[in-house]
């Protein structure tokens, strides 16, 4: 089969009958969502965690900020690093510097101090961003033309990966950063990384000529502009800093502030700059148009995700009951509920709608998983209320929450991609998914700003805010559903895409 690079490469079968090419690009899969969410599990409860415990010793809503405001960043920055591999260093290359900077920001972290600390969650940000969009696009040209059910079946396999991951990485990471250390729970994130990028290197070696020089190389004038542009947006940060410094009132929330800014502005200017764009047509720019309505519920869904891996965290850490047989539950293994669930309900979701057909329209759908979420924070609510006197409240509480956010995120994840590329014009097809995938950033970006309100807000009317919001906005999709299905789907002719992502998405995150 041909590759980015005009060979060929020849598929030996591998592991269970899979190709060689398959097995490696897994296994890098499923040990990069092993550093992802293995830090996700420990992060918030890291930073609140005092000096001497070996923590950042951050107050609550700063440890809540820098945690959205980091999310947000790592999806921003798979942005620029899909250019990267598209124009400059191929697939193949960009996915091995971006897992070997993972890795390395990691084993920064595992350094007993807030300096490595931030410098790790850089460099960890930066090599995500480099190394997830340009391993899915890998992914993908080992598929010709007419060969898109082999490929929609691949990648359902492939997405188990997230799930995995998701769900053993705070079984580790947690277990050792809470019982032992912090940082070595950081360092177990690393090595599994470090495997990742090792199996990588070794079975690369079975892709041929797939992936190895970029799809479509930038000339020498257009890395010189993005040279340029990059330097720029160095020094406007640096002297932003400089002023901050000289000022005398430079501290950690100026940069986390400043993040979670990005995060919130950047989709909305990609999103206003494809709606302006003079080569859409009419019937183009009012299914984009319509769009926005899908991606701003998708920033709310993804915003209410953000506050279950920071937020109800810190709460299974101070007021839920965690004793079990005699052995003390660590908080950050409530993470691992939620793709639990996934696992369990995703083909059940996927039978349902496959039953239901056109029946049930997207803003249906969309209002369904809205409407999950904000169940799932009205019994936060409630936990909440039960545990204000000081009470340690049953985990219960916590699993019943973190089993609607994930009744939710079946529903909504993969109705918002199907949505992506049924409306996606053909030629602004990436640009379309990528923004679907910055509504993540979004979310998290608005998530680490409103956290702030705990510290104003008891947290049951915190909790009970946050339910009446996707209340409404459910309530909203459904008063709302006939002309938003009929704007979406103005001279729509690609219902066969929005049926394979809806069947891949419902196999992962």
């Keep these: 089969m041909s590759g980015s690079g005009g060979g060929t490469v020849h598929t030996p079968r591998g ?21 992802f969410f293995g830090m996700h599990a420990i992060l918030v409860l890291f930073a609140v965690a005092a000096p001497q415990d070996g923590g950042l010793g951050l107050p609550r809503t700063q440890a809540l900020a820098l945690f959205g405001a ?30 070997v900077v993972i890795a390395t920001g990691h084993y920064t972290m ?44 691949t990648l359902s396999v492939f997405y188990v990966s ?64 993005a040279a340029r542009a990059t330097a720029l947006a160095v ?17 950690l929330m100026h940069v986390v502030a400043a993040m979670g800014l990005l995060t919130m502005v950047a989709p909305v200017l990609c999103f206003l700059g494809l709606r302006r764009n003079a080569a859409l047509g009419t019937a183009d720019r009012a299914r984009v148009t319509a769009f926005g309505w899908v991606l701003a519920a998708t920033a709310l869904f993804w915003m209410y995700v953000i506050q279950a891996s920071s937020l ?3 709460f299974a850490k101070r007021s839920v009951d965690r004793h079990l047989a005699g052995f003390e539950l660590p908080a950050s293994w409530f993470q691992s509920a939620t793709p639990l669930f996934m696992l369990l309900i995703a083909p059940v979701a996927a039978w349902l709608w496959t039953r239901s057909g056109d029946r049930v329209s997207l803003p249906v759908k969309m209002a369904l998983g809205l409407g999950a979420a904000a169940a799932g924070m009205a019994v936060m609510s409630g936990a909440a209320v039960c545990a204000s006197d000081g009470s340690l409240v ?22 918002g991609l199907s949505a992506s590329a049924d409306i996606a014009p053909g030629s602004f097809a990436g640009r379309t998914m990528g923004l679907y995938w910055m509504c993540s950033a979004l979310g998290a970006g608005v998530g680490s700003q409103l956290v702030h309100l705990v510290d104003v807000l008891p947290q049951s009317v915190y909790f009970l805010v946050l339910s009446a919001v996707g209340a409404a906005a459910a309530a909203a999709l459904l008063a709302g559903r006939r002309a938003l299905t009929a704007r979406l789907t103005v001279d729509a002719g690609r219902p066969e895409a929005a049926e394979r992502l809806t069947a891949e998405a419902a196999a992962g995150r």
């Excluded at 190394?131 to 033309?145: E, I, S």
């Excluded at 912090?182 to 892709?207: D, E, K, N, P």
């Excluded at 020094?235 to 501290?251: E, M, N, P, Q, Y």
Aim: hydrophobic residues 55%.
């Design 70 to 99: 980091y999310v947000g960043v790592v999806f921003i920055a798979a942005m620029p690093g899909g250019w990267v591999g598209d124009r400059i260093l191929g697939e193949r290359r960009s996915t091995l510097v971006g897992g």
């Design 162 to 225: 997230i799930q995995i991951s998701a769900l053993a990485a705070p079984l580790v990471t947690g277990f050792l950063g809470e019982t032992v250390d912090w940082h070595l729970g950081f360092g177990a994130a690393g090595v599994g990384m470090t495997f990742g990028v090792i199996q990588f290197a070794w079975g690369s070696r079975s892709f041929g000529d797939v992936g190895r020089e970029p799809g479509h190389r930038a000339t020498p004038a257009e890395v010189r502009r």
């Design 235 to 251: 020094l406007v940060v640096a002297a932003l800093v400089c002023a901050d410094v000289a000022s005398g009132a430079f501290g």
């Design 394 to 415: 049953s985990p219960l509480w916590l699993v019943a929450v973190f089993f609607l956010l994930a009744c939710g995120e079946v529903v909504l994840a993969p109705v």
């Design 312 to 314: 109800l965290g810190l």
């Design 15 to 35: 592991v269970l009958g899979r190709p060689r090419w398959f097995v490696t690009l897994f296994l890098t899969d499923m040990w990069e969502r092993f550093s």
């Design 110 to 153: 595992l350094l007993p101090s807030a300096a490595a600390a931030y410098a790790g969650l850089a460099l960890i940000a930066c090599g995500t961003g480099l190394l997830k969009p340009n391993m899915l696009a890998l992914l993908g040209r080992f598929f010709g033309p007419g060969r898109s059910a082999e490929r929609e079946a």
